[in-house]
């Protein structure tokens, strides 16, 4: 027993704010922007949560895949940017949702986290314990960005995609997946409770204190990116003897097209078979694979049979790569 992705759904805030928005808080061009990363513009909350974007990404999934919420029996819900800590983020969607036959919680592994919600989940469906799963990255990263730092501020938008993945008989692949917590340092951002929580004297200063935002070693991290993405996807190929040619699509993290085109090079596949909407939404963490796949989906690009490959990398560091039929 495995499972299969039967339909996907997606949100993003109607509030945009583009390059020469940016170019307004911090010194920076649109030019500089497109050039380095890619991105055009992004999504930024306004009256939306990252609670009503999962919701709205998983009722969206359901219509999609013509399934009632009832039918339901586990959600996960990936974030690092949820707008409550209790009860979880997935507690909140099932009860927008109504699922009340679901069992519920979040998973925190940044960019990686939608494949890593796409790994639990099929373990789970593999192992009969859950038939259906509504598995949802959903991101308010404008809350954690530093808009004074045009190291970090041009990079992140907000949003939310899903998908319902059903147990299914047919061929199960394994996926790649690692972590090195020794270099968690290159992307990091602390906890607003880690003190003034607790002695429950929050000074509003402090609030707003830089490493309670993200903080990023830029080039650290790309150069992390562009090395281990290659080697987890030619790693998962190998572990189930998967010939390259026959990958229809690379749905890689949207982080920047830089990053996605080298990774392309490196792996010598042609950049054609890896599609991207970064310029539209910016790295919109573990939201950006199913947005992307979402998009993908409802244009009618991704045919039945075809194999996917995931790819996700981030914070912690963590990445991965799975595999998929669609
Ligand atoms: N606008 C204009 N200039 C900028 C700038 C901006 N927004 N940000 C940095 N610069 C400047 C720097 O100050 C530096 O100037 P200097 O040479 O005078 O010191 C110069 O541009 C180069 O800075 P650097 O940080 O080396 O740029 P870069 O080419 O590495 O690009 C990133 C910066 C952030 C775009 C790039 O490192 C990146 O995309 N990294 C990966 C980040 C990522 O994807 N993180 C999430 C992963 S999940």
Same mark, same amino acid.
Request: no cysteine; aromatic share 0%; proline share 0%.
């Given at each position: 027993m495995t499972g299969k992705i039967c339909g996907t759904g997606s949100f993003a805030p109607s509030f945009t704010m583009d390059n020469h928005d940016i170019a307004k808080l911090v010194e920076t061009s649109d030019e500089w922007i497109q050039e380095r990363t890619g991105v055009v513009r992004r999504h930024i909350i306004r009256e939306e949560t990252t609670v009503s974007m999962a919701a709205e990404a998983g009722k969206r999934a359901l219509d999609n895949a013509g399934?009632?919420? @009832? *039918? #339901?029996?586990l959600i996960l819900v990936s974030t690092i940017s949820s707008n409550v800590v209790l009860p979880c983020a997935a507690c909140e969607v099932q009860k927008e949702l109504g699922a009340v036959h679901a069992t519920c919680f979040d998973l925190s592994a940044a960019c990686t986290g939608f494949v890593l919600a796409y790994n639990t989940a099929m373990a789970y469906l593999a192992s009969g314990v859950y038939q259906n799963a509504l598995i949802i990255g959903s991101e308010s990263l404008s809350n954690l960005t530093n808009w004074e730092d045009r190291g970090t501020c041009i990079l992140f938008g907000d949003g939310a995609g899903a998908a319902v993945v059903r147990a299914c008989d047919q061929k199960a692949y394994i996926p790649v997946t690692h972590s090195d %917590?020794?270099? %968690?340092?290159a992307l990091s951002c602390t906890s607003r409770y880690d003190k003034s929580g607790l002695a429950g004297n929050v000074d509003p200063q402090e609030w707003m204190e830089d490493r309670y935002l993200m903080q990023m070693d830029g080039r650290a991290v790309f150069k992390f990116a562009v090395k281990s993405v290659p080697q987890a996807v030619e790693e998962l190929l190998e572990k189930n003897q998967v010939e390259k040619e026959e990958i229809a699509w690379y749905i890689l993290h949207q982080a920047n097209r830089r990053i996605v085109e080298s990774v392309a090079k490196r792996l010598g596949e042609? #950049? *054609? @078979?890896f599609p991207m909407n970064l310029q539209e939404y910016g790295n919109t963490s573990s939201a950006s694979i199913p947005i992307l796949l979402d998009e993908m989906n409802r244009k009618g690009l991704l045919k039945r049979g075809q194999k996917i490959v995931l790819a996700g990398f981030g914070a912690g560091l963590t990445w991965g790569a799975s595999l998929l039929e669609w």
């Open positions: 399934m009632s919420a @009832k *039918e #339901i029996d %917590g020794a270099r %968690g340092a042609s #950049i *054609e @078979k």
